[in-house]
Structure formats: C-alpha cells, structure tokens
Nanobody, 116 residues
Framework: QVRLVESGGGLVQSGGSLRLSCAASGELFNINTMGWYRQGPGSRRDLVAS???????NYADSVKGRFTISRDSAKNTVYLQMNTLEPEDTAVYYCNAHGRPGYNYWGQGTQVTVSS
C-alpha cells in the first residue's frame, strides 16, 4: 500500500501562484511515476504533470510554461509549482502514484480555486 497526502491548495486571484505538495509513504518500491491530475466541475480527471523516478517529466499542453513539477526523493515528496494561474485552472487536484500493473494510488484531493 501507498499513502499520498496532499497539501497547498486554496483560493488565489488570476495571475497568482500556488504550490502543491504530495508526500508519499508505504511500499514505494512499486512506484515509478508520480504526478498530478485535476478534475473540474462536470469534467473528467485529466493529467496535469508527471515525473518518473529517473526524472522524466510530462505536462499537459494547457499548463506548459506555467506549471513545474519537481520532487525531493529524500522526502518522498512531489511538488507542483503553479504560476500565472487562470480561472480555467480551478479544479480539485489529485496526486497519483503508479508503477507495475496493479499499483495505482490516489490522494484525497485538494481544491484550487482561481478567481477572475
């Protein structure tokens, strides 16, 4: 089992910044990728950004140049730095960790609200 604990969401004005954190614990040897997904009202859950254990990153086109994913391996923590936030970024953000088949875990979600 893997436990993911998210923090850092909140309310921010358009153009502002937030940093999300996701602390992982448990059987992390089964995990090779961690990332962030988001789900807006009435929308599906979509990938925002991911990072592998060897540092390979991937971003959704809508956040490229504004968001940065990083990790602190010593703390088993992944961060999502979100700059130049837009109202369209409003969503519940979920941390995800996955690896071999059958190993896929989610955090509880953290709300990000961007006011115009």
């Amino acid at each position: 089992q893997v436990r993911l604990v998210e923090s850092g969401g909140g309310l921010v004005q358009s153009g502002g910044s937030l940093r999300l954190s996701c602390a992982a614990s448990g059987e992390l040897f089964n995990i090779n990728t961690m990332g962030w997904y988001r789900q807006g009202p009435g929308s599906r859950r979509d990938l925002v950004a991911s990072i592998t254990t060897n540092g390979r990153v991937n971003y959704a086109d809508s956040v490229k140049g504004r968001f940065t994913i990083s990790r602190d391996s010593a703390k088993n923590t992944v961060y999502l730095q979100m700059n130049t936030l837009e109202p369209e970024d409003t969503a519940v953000y979920y941390c995800n960790a996955h690896g071999r088949p059958g190993y896929n875990y989610w955090g509880q979600g953290t709300q990000v609200t961007v006011s115009s």
